[in-house]
């Protein structure tokens, strides 16, 4: 059923006013703080076709009404206003991330306390090895007399602990001659390429076949099987909201955050573009659970993909200013990083 525009703006304020308050809205707040021009039986009346229609419940018969998922999934999709960000947090956003946008490991964690710290929810992030993610600087090192470190530097971030066998009579000078080959041939490229350089790269290294065989069997490991690195900033302030204190949904929230295979799954999206995604409750397929909801943010620079950013919260979440604050953050950390490169 379509609703018509008196239902679907008392809807927005009960939301709003809701997620103001905690507290249960009633038809005498909505006339006397919003619209002074309408009757309190007239609102009255609409908020029981809204309950009838599942947008909006009635904790106790003499109480106001709450929103439903169905309620929050209408007000993100189509009834909530954009949100602006002050010129303090715009600028508070800015200088978290100038001082550190050449490693990406910092620029991860930073997204997340910023985005914890400007929404007062709880925020989680991962970042992920790229494809796209070009080599800056490639480097062995002998560890012992069979083994070499392997260090690459790329644009975004720096690949460590990867040790590669070697022949064990090659000497000092021939594993120079082995990393100085691999530095012209791949510095400046990024990984997709690097891997399809296999037929071309074997008459350069002639006697280094072996060793460049197992630097790309490094990088391919590299690309197919890391793990993103989970990080998690404000954990506790769920508690700060009235509805947590049940220890059921405490419970339930600590399952989802203390999990780093639940919150790559619930974070991850294939888009490389800043596209807002949220998933409230335990809706259509979505792994979260009911009394949750989750708002994320994927970042990209230069077509790499950066990491996948979110806020984890209660249903009743100001989604407006959570919106808004992945945006900023979306925009000024791409723009921060693009100007570095």
Do not use: W
């Not at 979440?317 to 992945?326: E, T």
């Amino acid at each position: 059923m379509k609703l018509s525009d008196r239902k679907r703006k008392i809807l927005q304020l009960v939301v709003d006013d809701y997620i103001s308050t905690a507290q249960p809205v009633s038809s005498k707040s909505i006339t006397e703080k919003y619209m002074t021009d309408v009757s309190s039986a007239t609102v009255r009346s609409e908020l029981a076709q809204l309950e009838e229609l599942g947008y909006l419940s009635q904790p106790h018969t003499s109480s106001g009404r709450v929103p439903s998922s169905m309620a929050y999934k209408l007000y993100v999709s189509e009834l909530m206003d954009k949100g602006k960000l002050t010129t303090k947090e715009l600028g508070f956003i800015k200088n978290s991330f100038e001082s550190h946008a050449d490693n990406l490991e910092k620029v991860v964690h930073n997204a997340v306390k910023v985005i914890s710290e400007l929404t007062d929810y709880t925020s989680v992030g991962f970042s992920s090895p790229s494809e796209k993610d070009v080599i800056v600087k490639i480097q062995l090192f002998r560890h012992k007399k069979d083994k070499a470190l392997l260090l690459i530097l790329t644009e975004n971030t720096l690949i460590r602990d990867k040790f590669i066998d070697i022949p064990s009579d090659m000497t000092d000078k021939q594993i120079l001659e082995a990393s100085e080959m691999m530095s012209k041939m791949f510095v400046g490229k990024d990984f997709s390429e690097v891997m399809g350089l296999d037929d071309v790269v074997t008459e350069e290294f002639m006697g280094y076949r072996e060793i460049f065989s197992n630097v790309m069997s490094a990088i391919e490991e590299y690309i197919t099987n890391a793990h993103p690195d989970v990080y998690m900033e404000g954990e506790g302030k769920i508690l700060d909201n009235p509805e947590y204190n049940d220890s059921e949904k405490v419970k339930n929230f600590l399952s989802v955050v203390t999990s780093k295979d639940k919150l790559v799954n619930l974070l991850t999206e294939n888009s490389n573009n800043i596209e807002i995604n949220i998933k409230i409750g335990g809706d259509d397929d979505s792994k979260m659970i009911d009394d949750c909801s989750l708002v994320t943010a994927t970042y990209s620079a230069s077509g790499v993909k950066l990491g996948t950013y979110g806020v984890i919260g209660p249903l009743r979440m100001d989604y407006q200013k959570v919106v808004s604050v992945l945006e900023g953050v979306g925009k000024i950390l791409e723009d921060v990083l693009n100007s570095k490169k």
